[in-house]
């Protein structure tokens, strides 16, 4: 009865212990969305939008990841303000988004495929390059594109 008794406290202080760890994850860092979870959220409750464009190979992508979005005010800022949205440029997978299937229609023909969305949203001259940062309205349309690294200050004036 002991053994028993023991094992139902360790796991409920275990399982207390993961949900409090991940509740305070959750708030320590930017609440990142896929475009499919961003509609739903845009249809629920209208609200400014952040895409954040990215490649893989990116070095300043990543520089990006891991010194701008992990300041506590600019994860404030983001979470308060804004659904956000990071896509990876290449990615070969469709997606649904505003009942249109969007595709990677140059794999095979391209050293580096750029998917549609970023095809659409995030190029300059027909040309794509990392980091591309876009914000849009709460209708969806866009308002600023930065097509840069962007240090925390700067990005912070922008979404204000």
Same mark, same amino acid.
């Given at each position: 009865?002991?053994? *028993? #008794?023991?094992?139902?406290?360790?796991?409920? $202080?275990?399982?207390?212990?993961?949900?409090? #760890?991940?509740?305070?994850?959750? !708030?320590?860092?930017?609440?990142?969305?896929?475009? =499919?979870?961003?509609? %739903? #959220?845009?249809?629920?409750?209208?609200?400014?939008?952040?895409? @954040?464009?990215?490649?893989?190979?990116?070095?300043?992508? +990543?520089?990006?990841?891991?010194?701008? &979005?992990? !300041?506590?005010?600019?994860?404030?800022?983001?979470?308060?303000?804004?659904?956000?949205?990071?896509? %990876?440029? =290449?990615?070969?997978?469709?997606?649904? &988004?505003?009942?249109?299937?969007?595709?990677? %229609?140059?794999?095979? *023909?391209? +050293?580096?495929?750029?998917?549609?969305?970023?095809?659409?949203?995030?190029? +300059? @001259?027909?040309?794509? $390059?990392?980091?591309?940062?876009?914000?849009? @309205?709460?209708?969806?349309?866009?308002?600023? +594109?930065?097509? =840069?690294?962007?240090?925390?200050?700067?990005?912070?004036? $922008?979404?204000?």
């Amino acid at each position: 009865m002991i053994n *028993k #008794s023991h094992s139902i406290l360790c796991f409920l $202080a275990l399982t207390l212990f993961l949900s409090t #760890s991940l509740s305070a994850q959750e !708030k320590g860092s930017v609440q990142w969305l896929t475009f =499919e979870q961003l509609e %739903d #959220s845009l249809n629920t409750k209208p609200k400014k939008v952040l895409l @954040d464009f990215y490649t893989d190979w990116c070095t300043y992508c +990543r520089k990006m990841d891991r010194v701008v &979005f992990t !300041k506590a005010n600019v994860i404030k800022k983001l979470n308060e303000d804004y659904y956000v949205v990071r896509f %990876d440029a =290449e990615m070969e997978s469709d997606v649904e &988004f505003g009942g249109t299937t969007f595709i990677n %229609d140059q794999v095979g *023909k391209s +050293r580096t495929p750029i998917h549609q969305i970023a095809q659409y949203l995030a190029t +300059r @001259d027909n040309q794509f $390059a990392p980091p591309t940062l876009v914000i849009l @309205d709460e209708q969806f349309n866009i308002t600023a +594109r930065y097509f =840069e690294y962007m240090d925390s200050k700067k990005l912070l004036q $922008a979404l204000e």
